[in-house]
């Protein structure tokens, strides 16, 4: 029996889903989760390559460091890795996917909130034929939170802190349980532990932390091949995997940030999958005989508004800014409807959603009214950071083009920064603007990972938020936190958005649908209210 006592250590890096960065619609208005065309969960031929474009960098591939964003952990580390427990992608596609078991088949927490047994999975062998077992979710946790462990590198330290800084202190019961500790309660834990993930030890030692990221090894359903590094992986069917090997034979990711490239390489059979196609290219495609899958999930396109800075400062001048947006012609016309207009901080596709709180319609008259009585009738000049692209960061361009029209037209002139979306998400990381704007622009989750919550809208966030803070939403998250009943947590997570909506700390935009187009070969997508996917049920025809 191990045990290891652990300084409790707040998580300091986001990993802003954007993908990424780092982010929905309501219950009852997503589209059907399976692409029109693509066939139901079983059906399809076996086997075929998917070669899927990418709209950022891939991540780097040692399980937790990832680097680019949700879209890489989609992609690329949940197909390789698993936690204690994952996302079920492949049910209920008309509401945010639950919480299930992976290589833990059930839990349960102590009276304390704060001591959860995980009871292991039985006969899971890693990729490489080591057995999964105790011990190897000792050696990993000692690889991200053990700085004595010869495993342990600042970069896993750091990026582990995001779901399992939280952890004071774990050990291995007998073989098949194992206990962790949290400082604090935690009613979303079993959440967080899906991005704890798991890598053989026996292929850690081997290569040693440093070089394990060249020949990772998991237990997911895809098996590490070769990479090409930031540009192109390739991964293999694992024939061992515990829920049934999957139905490919390879999984080949490209990053292809340019919308335009990534429609060239569906088109001249490159990929037969591509992430996020440009909107304008929608029509064509489909006439094609290209499937368009969509399905709404956990994510806002916003800007985020120093409101510590004059005139912004001013939560008038910010609900003028929201009133000034047209933001449904931008879903409707600008993204072809592969959005759905966000009135409201609570992306759609989530619990926290208020039907009822919708509250910034289009309306320059009263956006004019409100600077007025800011003193700011005569408007003023400001600036944002844009990123050129990067998971679910849709056409971010042309969207602050828009905005920036519409703002000008109630007298708010923004000048466009533009940078990439690694020097956005890393200066906000360190608290920072890139380029040294007044607001940035980005997407994000905010559900689909709890813990990032306070990371975006709590007053003590390592990151560049705005400098937002609002006691009231602080004691809420901090309620909803402790609670292990979902519902409980989703409530007070709504009235926390709601105070959100009211200070308009951001300027809500859009919620994407997560549109991907597929080839007519490419069949058994199931589409979740999700930025994550199962692709253990796709298959491409010959």
Same mark, same amino acid.
């Given at each position: 029996?191990?045990?290891?006592p652990?300084?409790?250590?707040?998580?300091?890096?986001?990993?802003?889903?954007?993908?990424?960065?780092?982010?929905?619609?309501?219950?009852?208005?997503?589209?059907?989760?399976?692409?029109?065309?693509?066939g139901?969960?079983?059906?399809?031929?076996?086997?075929?390559?998917?070669?899927? %474009?990418?709209?950022?960098?891939?991540?780097? !591939?040692?399980?937790?460091?990832g680097?680019?964003?949700?879209?890489?952990?989609?992609?690329?580390?949940?197909?390789?890795?698993?936690?204690?427990?994952?996302?079920?992608?492949?049910?209920?596609?008309?509401? !945010?996917?639950?919480?299930?078991?992976?290589?833990?088949?059930?839990?349960?927490v102590?009276a304390?909130?704060?001591?959860?047994?995980?009871?292991?999975?039985?006969?899971?062998?890693?990729?490489?034929?080591? !057995?999964?077992?105790?011990?190897?979710?000792?050696?990993?946790?000692?690889?991200?939170?053990?700085?004595?462990?010869?495993?342990?590198?600042?970069?896993?330290?750091?990026?582990?802190?995001?779901?399992?800084?939280?952890?004071?202190?774990?050990?291995?019961?007998?073989?098949?349980?194992?206990?962790? @500790?949290?400082?604090?309660?935690?009613?979303?834990?079993?959440?967080?532990?899906?991005?704890?993930?798991?890598?053989?030890?026996?292929?850690?030692?081997?290569?040693?932390?440093?070089?394990?990221?060249?020949?990772?090894?998991?237990?997911?359903?895809?098996?590490?091949?070769?990479?090409?590094?930031?540009q192109?992986?390739?991964? @293999?069917?694992?024939?061992?995997?515990?829920?049934g090997?999957?139905?490919?034979?390879?999984?080949?990711?490209?990053?292809?940030?340019?919308?335009?490239?990534?429609?060239a390489?569906?088109?001249?059979?490159?990929?037969?999958?591509?992430?996020?196609?440009?909107? +304008?290219?929608i029509?064509?495609?489909?006439a094609d005989?290209?499937?368009?899958?969509?399905?709404?999930?956990?994510?806002?396109?916003?800007?985020?508004?120093?409101?510590?800075?004059a005139?912004?400062?001013?939560?008038? $001048?910010?609900?003028?800014?929201?009133?000034?947006? +047209?933001?449904?012609?931008?879903?409707?016309?600008?993204?072809?409807?592969?959005? +759905?207009?966000?009135?409201?901080?609570?992306?759609?596709?989530?619990?926290?959603?208020?039907?009822?709180?919708?509250?910034y319609?289009?309306?320059?008259?009263?956006?004019?009214?409100?600077?007025?009585?800011?003193?700011?009738?005569? %408007?003023?000049?400001?600036?944002?950071?844009?990123?050129?692209?990067?998971?679910?960061?849709?056409?971010?361009?042309?969207i602050?083009?828009?905005?920036?029209?519409?703002?000008?037209?109630?007298?708010?002139?923004?000048?466009?920064?533009?940078?990439?979306?690694?020097?956005?998400?890393?200066?906000?990381?360190?608290?920072?603007?890139?380029?040294?704007?007044?607001?940035?622009?980005?997407?994000?989750?905010?559900?689909?990972?709890?813990?990032?919550?306070?990371?975006?809208?709590?007053?003590?966030?390592?990151?560049?938020?705005?400098?937002?803070?609002?006691?009231?939403?602080?004691?809420?998250?901090?309620?909803?936190a402790?609670?292990?009943?979902r519902?409980?947590?989703q409530? +007070?997570?709504?009235?926390?958005?709601?105070?959100?909506?009211?200070?308009?700390?951001?300027?809500? $935009?859009?919620?994407?649908?997560?549109p991907?187009?597929?080839?007519?070969?490419?069949?058994?997508?199931?589409?979740?209210?999700?930025?994550?996917?199962?692709?253990?049920t796709?298959?491409?025809?010959?």
């Amino acid at each position: 029996m191990t045990h290891h006592p652990l300084r409790a250590v707040r998580s300091r890096t986001a990993a802003l889903p954007a993908a990424a960065a780092l982010l929905l619609a309501a219950t009852g208005c997503a589209s059907s989760g399976t692409a029109t065309g693509a066939g139901d969960a079983a059906g399809g031929d076996h086997g075929g390559t998917l070669v899927v %474009g990418a709209t950022g960098k891939l991540p780097n !591939p040692d399980t937790v460091i990832g680097g680019a964003g949700f879209e890489g952990k989609r992609l690329v580390s949940f197909q390789i890795y698993e936690g204690l427990t994952r996302y079920e992608l492949l049910k209920d596609t008309d509401k !945010p996917p639950a919480v299930t078991g992976a290589l833990a088949e059930s839990w349960q927490v102590a009276a304390d909130a704060k001591t959860w047994t995980f009871t292991l999975r039985k006969g899971v062998t890693f990729q490489d034929g080591t !057995p999964f077992d105790a011990d190897a979710v000792v050696f990993n946790l000692d690889r991200y939170l053990n700085k004595k462990s010869p495993e342990y590198t600042d970069a896993l330290g750091a990026a582990a802190k995001e779901y399992a800084g939280g952890i004071t202190s774990y050990r291995k019961t007998d073989a098949e349980h194992i206990e962790l @500790v949290t400082k604090d309660p935690n009613g979303h834990f079993p959440e967080d532990l899906a991005h704890v993930l798991i890598a053989s030890p026996t292929a850690v030692k081997k290569t040693g932390s440093a070089n394990f990221s060249q020949h990772p090894v998991g237990t997911g359903p895809f098996a590490f091949s070769s990479q090409t590094e930031g540009q192109q992986i390739e991964l @293999v069917a694992n024939k061992t995997y515990w829920r049934g090997a999957p139905k490919l034979d390879k999984l080949i990711v490209k990053s292809l940030p340019d919308a335009a490239a990534r429609t060239a390489a569906l088109r001249s059979g490159g990929a037969n999958w591509i992430e996020y196609p440009n909107p +304008d290219d929608i029509d064509s495609l489909k006439a094609d005989g290209v499937q368009i899958a969509t399905n709404s999930y956990d994510h806002l396109w916003y800007w985020i508004l120093d409101t510590t800075k004059a005139p912004w400062s001013d939560p008038r $001048v910010r609900r003028a800014a929201n009133y000034a947006i +047209d933001r449904k012609a931008i879903a409707e016309k600008l993204l072809h409807g592969t959005a +759905d207009p966000a009135y409201q901080a609570a992306p759609r596709a989530t619990g926290a959603y208020d039907p009822a709180g919708d509250t910034y319609s289009y309306d320059p008259a009263k956006a004019k009214q409100l600077l007025a009585e800011a003193g700011v009738a005569g %408007g003023f000049s400001t600036s944002v950071t844009v990123p050129t692209g990067g998971s679910g960061n849709l056409l971010p361009v042309p969207i602050a083009e828009a905005l920036q029209r519409d703002l000008a037209a109630v007298g708010i002139k923004v000048e466009l920064r533009t940078t990439d979306w690694s020097t956005l998400i890393g200066a906000e990381a360190k608290g920072q603007v890139a380029l040294g704007s007044d607001a940035i622009a980005q997407s994000t989750t905010l559900f689909q990972s709890e813990a990032l919550l306070p990371l975006f809208i709590g007053s003590k966030s390592p990151f560049w938020t705005g400098h937002y803070a609002n006691p009231q939403v602080d004691t809420l998250l901090q309620t909803a936190a402790a609670s292990p009943d979902r519902d409980k947590r989703q409530g +007070d997570y709504r009235k926390a958005l709601g105070l959100v909506t009211q200070d308009a700390p951001w300027l809500f $935009v859009v919620n994407d649908r997560n549109p991907r187009a597929l080839s007519p070969k490419v069949q058994g997508l199931v589409q979740p209210q999700s930025w994550f996917l199962d692709l253990t049920t796709v298959s491409v025809k010959a």
